[in-house]
C-alpha cells in the first residue's frame, strides 16, 4: 500500500514560481515510476511529468511545460519535486502526484495505480 503526500500548491502571479513535493511511503519505490498530472476545470486530467525511480531517473514532460517545469527526486527522503516556473493562467490546476508499479514507464493515468489528494495551483495574470 503506497501512500503519497502532496504539499507545495498555492496563489501566484504569472511569471512567478511554484515547487511542489510529494513523499511516498508504504512501497518500494525503486519499482515505481512517479508522474505529477493535472486537471482543470472543465478539463480532463493530464499528464505534466514522470519520473522513474528505476531506469536511472527516465523523465518525461508534456510538451506545454517542456523548458518551464522540472520533475526530480530525492531517493533519501522518498520524495518527488516538481519544480514549476515562468507559470502561467493556463497552468492553474489541481496537480496530483501518482505513482505506478508495472515497471512500464507511462504517461497513461490509467496506468496508475496510487494517487494523492491533490495540491491546487492558482496563477493569476
Known amino acids: 500500500q503506497v501512500q503519497l503526500v502532496e504539499s507545495g500548491g498555492g496563489l501566484v502571479q504569472a511569471g512567478g514560481s511554484l515547487r511542489l513535493s510529494c513523499a511516498a511511503s508504504g512501497g518500494t519505490f525503486s519499482r515505481l515510476s512517479m508522474g505529477w498530472f493535472r486537471q482543470a476545470p472543465g478539463k480532463e486530467r493530464e499528464s505534466v511529468a514522470v519520473i522513474s525511480w528505476w531506469n536511472a531517473g527516465r523523465t518525461y514532460y508534456t510538451d506545454s511545460v517542456k523548458g518551464r517545469f522540472t520533475i526530480s527526486r530525492d531517493n533519501a527522503k522518498n520524495t518527488v519535486y516538481l519544480q514549476m516556473n515562468n507559470l502561467k493562467p493556463v497552468d492553474t490546476a489541481v496537480y496530483y502526484c501518482?505513482?505506478?508499479?508495472?515497471?512500464?514507464?507511462?504517461?497513461?493515468?490509467?496506468?496508475?495505480?496510487?494517487w494523492g489528494q491533490g495540491t491546487q495551483v492558482t496563477v493569476s495574470s
Open positions: 501518482a505513482a505506478e508499479t508495472s515497471l512500464t514507464f507511462t504517461t497513461d493515468l490509467a496506468k496508475y495505480d496510487y
